[in-house]
């Protein structure tokens, strides 16, 4: 099931960060950090690729910070998706926007800077900060029947 659901989800993210020069969906291997003391591996995250000319795209303590990280839940991961990843996204890292994807419920639980939690059943609705019109996801094609 996880893998399928972030399948799904990539398919339909990457042709929307690529018409929006949004920069790139990076999948597991792909680290953010925070200061040294903390490093995250997301399923999904969406970041531009690294500026500089002379940094490779894997030097992830200068990398862009993400604008839009996903999770996606598993029973082993549960505590740690909605609490310290949580904290660690939104809190220390500046994060604007965190999904944690729950095939098992049919939901995404979106976590905005400064907001409350929403839970989304039918539609999930991604606004960059770029300025680049909403992405409206449909759930029914991320979790169809699991």
Same mark, same amino acid.
């Given at each position: 099931?996880?893998?399928?659901?972030?399948?799904?989800?990539?398919?339909?993210?990457?042709?929307?960060?690529?018409?929006?020069? =949004?920069?790139? %969906?990076?999948?597991?291997?792909? $680290?953010?950090? %925070?200061?040294?003391?903390?490093?995250? !591996?997301?399923?999904?995250?969406?970041?531009?690729?690294? +500026?500089? +000319?002379?940094?490779?795209?894997?030097? @992830?303590? /200068?990398?862009? /910070?993400?604008?839009?990280?996903? !999770?996606?839940?598993?029973? #082993?991961?549960?505590?740690?998706?909605?609490?310290?990843?949580?904290? %660690?996204? =939104?809190?220390?890292?500046g994060i604007p926007e965190y999904w944690i994807a729950d095939a098992d419920?049919?939901?995404?639980? $979106?976590?905005?800077?400064?907001?409350?939690?929403?839970?989304?059943?039918?539609?999930? /609705? @991604?606004?960059? %900060?770029?300025?680049? #019109?909403? =992405?409206?996801?449909?759930?029914?094609?991320?979790?169809?029947?699991?």
């Amino acid at each position: 099931m996880y893998p399928r659901v972030t399948a799904r989800l990539t398919r339909v993210l990457d042709p929307y960060v690529a018409a929006n020069d =949004l920069g790139f %969906v990076y999948h597991p291997k792909a $680290v953010f950090r %925070v200061g040294n003391k903390v490093q995250l !591996e997301p399923d999904l995250m969406i970041r531009k690729p690294h +500026p500089s +000319p002379n940094r490779r795209d894997e030097d @992830w303590e /200068t990398a862009p /910070t993400p604008s839009l990280v996903i !999770e996606i839940l598993s029973p #082993g991961t549960r505590q740690r998706d909605f609490g310290v990843k949580r904290e %660690v996204y =939104l809190d220390e890292g500046g994060i604007p926007e965190y999904w944690i994807a729950d095939a098992d419920r049919h939901a995404v639980y $979106v976590y905005r800077s400064g907001q409350p939690m929403m839970e989304c059943r039918d539609l999930v /609705t @991604w606004s960059p %900060v770029s300025g680049a #019109g909403p =992405l409206v996801i449909d759930l029914n094609h991320i979790f169809p029947g699991e």
